[in-house]
């Protein structure tokens, strides 16, 4: 089956520090490629679509300077949380899709800790 | 306010018996809904999914209802087993979009031996 690998899995780091997170899908090319947050007790919520090769699209209230997205190949996306402060903290996960019209293949996400 | 919802945080069921979960929707313009299991420290797995053009669809143990009139669909499991134990995800999508998903909050399924 389709499988996508995120890394790094956990993240504790100081106010101030950029944190990136790659996402890669292993076994199929990714057009396009998804990036959620969640908060404790909270829905899955999209934050941007990545598109391979072109700039991605951000959800309303996401900045957009403040979480890059780089879509450099149709296996990889990364997301950079660029000074990144305590209310930042949250679980972070990428999907991906061979086509729109699949299902999405969630990695296993990325625990973002700012202290 | 929440496109999709899943009303009930927890479930608790016997091994054997069925589990039912629950979501509703409030946009009539989705045509495309998915169901994710999760476990701790993991990404959500596919499960099924249903197009709005059905009503219900099948894979083993696994069976997706889908009420338009009502917006609201169901998951079913039957038998369940204590490896079912997991929070399932509701989702839903316009298929002519990116395939951007509206997730729910999720619901605890606590299968007892």
Known sequence: ?115 | DQQVKQNSPSLSVQEGRISILNCDYTNSMFDYFLWYKKYPAEGPTFLISISSIKDKNEDGRFTVFLNKSAKHLSLHIVPSQPGDSAVYFCAASFRGSQGNLIFGKGTKLSVKP
């Open chain 1, 1 to 115: 089956g389709a499988v996508v690998s995120q890394h790094p899995s956990r993240v504790i780091c100081k106010s101030g520090t950029s944190v990136k997170i790659e996402c890669r899908s292993l076994d199929f090319q990714a057009t396009t490629m998804f990036w959620y947050r969640q908060f404790p007790k909270q829905s899955l919520m999209l934050m941007a679509t990545s598109n391979e090769g072109s700039k991605a699209t951000y959800e309303q209230g996401v900045e957009k300077d403040k979480f890059l997205i780089n879509h450099a190949s149709l296996t990889l996306s990364t997301l950079t949380v660029t000074s990144a402060h305590p209310e930042d903290s949250s679980f972070y996960i990428c999907s991906a899709t061979p086509d729109r019209y699949q299902p999405q293949h969630f990695g296993d996400g990325t625990r973002l800790s700012i202290l």
